[in-house]
């Protein structure tokens, strides 16, 4: 795909579409690491956040907590 580096106020930009952002799970406001290869090929990749095990298991515990009583109605 060819895009075209447009003005945007003092700087340069590549406006990207909705498909390719729904390709790339991309949304505004959304962080990217941008590299610059040798030869000036540039790569930007999604900065995802990184969910440890224990953030996981205390998300999953407040969920269980603020919700037991729906959990033991269900059962």
Do not use: C, W
Not at 25 to 46: C, F, M, S, W
């Amino acid at each position: 795909m060819i895009k075209t580096i447009t003005k945007v106020g003092n700087s340069q930009g590549i406006m990207l579409d909705a498909a390719i952002m729904d390709l790339a799970r991309l949304k505004v406001g959304d962080q990217v690491n941008l590299t610059v290869h040798e030869g000036g090929a540039i790569y930007l990749a999604p900065v995802r956040p990184v969910v440890t095990p224990e953030e996981a298991s205390a998300s999953a515990k407040s969920i269980i907590s603020k919700n037991s009583e729906l959990f033991r109605r269900l059962s």
